[in-house]
């Protein structure tokens, strides 16, 4: 998925589940940091 001008860009459910999925990791790590 790229950003477009107007960035309202139609994603597909693979890079949807791809983004939130390295949301969710990045967040583990950071709470296992101790950060949240």
């Given at each position: 998925?790229?950003?477009?001008a107007?960035?309202?860009?139609y994603?597909?459910?693979?890079?949807?589940?791809k983004?939130?999925?390295?949301?969710f990791?990045?967040?583990?790590e950071?709470?296992k940091?101790?950060e949240?």
């Amino acid at each position: 998925g790229t950003l477009c001008a107007t960035q309202v860009c139609y994603f597909s459910d693979a890079e949807i589940e791809k983004m939130i999925t390295e949301i969710f990791i990045s967040l583990l790590e950071k709470m296992k940091r101790g950060e949240m």
